[in-house]
């Protein structure tokens, strides 16, 4: 059973977590907070000890929306490979689809929160380290299952996927143009095809 408290608490978060994403998190105002949710200042605090751990919370929440949809999309297949090139799919889409949210909360909070606030930094650390572990453990699947050759190094490979992938995210928001994005997708698949398929 949910209480008010964390019926409250939800609300916040939902309704605040595209304002997080789109202003950063120096840019969102308490008062910003208070106008959108239709709650007092005494109500946010009621249920978050501060900004900073209000900030944390949205940076979650729009995370777990986002992370959820690409396992959903690479859960289409079992074949590690097949997973992969789902991940390249997924991802031609992803300058429309996180439009919708203001912006990848990856890369917005990552860039605002680098020499501001090195609590929400480690957030987004973390979130980078898990996609860039799950990729490997993929590609390590692939190795065991004779579908991706001995040759490759899981991790630098995940890194590599991980650097080409936000990179193209970043230009495709500072030029307002999606060919960014998917002309990496396209470079990711052959490099999938020609250097990791066994």
């Known amino acids: 059973m949910i209480t008010k408290a964390e019926k409250t608490a939800a609300f916040i978060i939902e309704t605040v977590a595209p304002i997080f994403n789109q202003n950063g998190y120096a840019a969102t105002s308490i008062s910003d907070i208070t106008k959108a949710t ?40 079992d074949s590690p ?65 004779g579908e991706i050759s001995t040759k490759v190094n899981a991790m630098h490979t995940a890194k590599r996927m991980e650097t080409m992938i936000q990179g193209a995210i970043f230009m495709a928001y500072t030029m307002d143009d999606d060919f960014y994005i998917k002309d990496t997708m396209d470079q990711i698949d052959n490099m999938i095809e020609k250097e990791l398929r066994a």
């Open 38 to 77: 239709g709650l007092t200042k005494g109500a946010i605090y009621g249920n978050f000890k501060n900004k900073e751990e209000l900030a944390i919370a949205s940076f979650k929440f729009m995370v777990k929306l986002l992370l959820k949809e690409i396992v959903k999309h690479m859960d289409k297949s």
């Open 81 to 145: 490979i097949r997973k992969l090139f789902l991940m390249t799919d997924f991802y031609r889409n992803y300058y429309l689809y996180t439009n919708k949210m203001g912006g990848c909360p990856i890369l917005n909070v990552g860039v605002d929160a680098n020499n501001q606030n090195t609590l929400l930094l480690q957030k987004v650390r973390t979130i980078i380290q898990r996609i860039q572990d799950q990729l490997a453990t993929i590609i390590e699947e692939g190795i065991e299952l």
